[in-house]
Structures are given as structure tokens and as C-alpha cells.
T-cell receptor, first 113, second 114 residues
Framework: DTEVTQTPKHLVMGMTNKKSLKCEQH?????MYWYKQKAKKPPELMFV???????INESVPSRFSPECPNSSLLNLHLHALQPEDSALYLC????????????FGPGTRLTVL | KQEVTQIPAALSVPEGENLVLNCSFT??????LQWFRQDPGKGLTSLLL?????REQTSGRLNASLDKSSGRSTLYIAASQPGDSATYLC?????????????FGGGTRVLVKP
């Protein structure tokens, strides 16, 4: 298995809803990432997990809550989002070793009403 | 603070022409540079990764060069095809960047006309 999968593909939620995004990889990668991408902009890093521990939080609002329950799974819990949080949310993973590429999932298209 | 720029922001060429995409970065002390392709509404696909000690990488019709001293990388795509239409992003990693953090350029949107 050489891919990163993300579910759901699309998500529409209201500002009072609680939802979660899921990311999974079975390549043995020990670093996993959440990115946010607005239309026609590059991805912006949100969080990095290294060996299941949060190593980077790019000053992301607390309405986004990441979780890494095991080495293959990464979740992003969403609560009380704003319409401006609508974006493509991308998950990526990379193997141990600083010189290696990041492998991206297909993304979840999130719309906040 | 590292800044990565890609010019032009958009490019349109007839099928068969060679594509030349530019990426520049302000801090030459990079660990590596990566080129990605992104189709509309999709994730990123890694095309080529160039380590700081390398000058170029090749894969099929793709060739990427790296000149650290001038802070530039160029992606060449030979004999372009309509299927090459996509956004191309470059990203750099700094030495010691925690968690393998990448700094992305704004991307070049490419349209190859049949």
C-alpha cells in the first residue's frame, strides 16, 4: 500500500457542528501532517506529528484539534468553525529521515455554512 | 525567513512545446527542494526531489535543476502534452526544520493546448 487516504472527500458543516477528518497511511511513515489550502494558494502547514507526538502547531485556532491515535492514523477534529475555514484540507506523511519526500492524500473539501 | 516565489503564476503553451517553470528562494541554506504537481481540487503528487548536494534530477520527460548559490530551481518538461495541464508547486526544506516543514511557492498554473 503506497498511498495516503483521506475521508470524507467532501464535507459540509454548520458553524455549530462537530465533525472529524480522517487520514490513514500504511507505509510505515512516522511523520504525518495536516495542511490547509485555499483556492489558488499554496498549502499552509497546520500541524506535524512525529512518532505520534505533536511536534509543530503553526498557531492554529483551537477550533481545530489534531489527534494521532497510532502510527497509521491522523484525525482532525473540527468544532465551531467559521465560513473562512472553508478550504481543501490535505494530509501528508513522510518516512523517517530528513531527506525524504512527503506523500499527500487527495484532500477533504470542507465547506462551512 | 525563507520566501519561495514562482514566476509566472500562469503559463499557456501549445502541445509539443517544452515547458520551463521557475522557482526562486531567498535563503540558499536549504536542505532539499521538491517539485509537486496538483490537479484542480486534488492532492499533491511529488515529481522530483533534489537534495542540496545535487544539481539536477531527471524522471522521464521531467528534469529539475538546482542552483543553491543563486537561489533558483527550474523544472523542464519536454514535449508538453495536454495531460501536463496542472498547477506545479515547488517547496524547500531548511536544515534543522522541525518535523520536515516545507515552504511552498505560490505555484504556476500550466495549460497545454491541443
Amino acid at each position: 500500500d503506497t498511498e495516503v487516504t483521506q475521508t470524507p472527500k467532501h464535507l459540509v458543516m454548520g458553524m455549530t457542528n462537530k465533525k472529524s477528518l480522517k487520514c490513514e497511511q500504511h507505509m510505515g511513515h512516522r511523520a504525518m501532517y495536516w495542511y490547509k489550502q485555499k483556492a489558488k494558494k499554496p498549502p499552509e502547514l497546520m500541524f506535524v506529528y512525529s512518532y505520534e507526538k505533536l511536534s509543530i502547531n503553526e498557531s492554529v485556532p483551537s477550533r481545530f484539534s489534531p489527534e494521532c491515535p497510532n502510527s497509521s492514523l491522523l484525525n482532525l477534529h473540527l468544532h465551531a468553525l467559521q465560513p473562512e475555514d472553508s478550504a481543501l484540507y490535505l494530509c501528508a506523511s513522510s518516512p523517517p529521515g530528513s531527506g525524504d519526500t512527503q506523500y499527500f492524500g487527495p484532500g477533504t473539501r470542507l465547506t462551512v455554512l | 525567513k525563507q520566501e519561495v516565489t514562482q514566476i509566472p503564476a500562469a503559463l499557456s503553451v501549445p502541445e509539443g512545446e517544452n515547458l520551463v517553470l521557475n522557482c526562486s528562494f531567498t535563503d540558499s541554506a536549504i536542505y532539499n527542494l521538491q517539485w509537486f504537481r496538483q490537479d484542480p481540487g486534488k492532492g499533491l503528487t511529488s515529481l522530483l526531489l533534489i537534495q542540496s548536494s545535487q544539481r539536477e534530477q531527471t524522471s522521464g520527460r521531467l528534469n529539475a535543476s538546482l542552483d543553491k548559490s543563486s537561489g533558483r530551481s527550474t523544472l523542464y518538461i519536454a514535449a508538453s502534452q495536454p495531460g501536463d495541464s496542472a498547477t506545479y508547486l515547488c517547496a524547500v526544506r531548511q536544515p534543522g526544520a522541525a518535523g520536515n516543514k516545507l515552504t511552498f511557492g505560490g505555484g504556476t498554473r500550466v495549460l497545454v493546448k491541443p
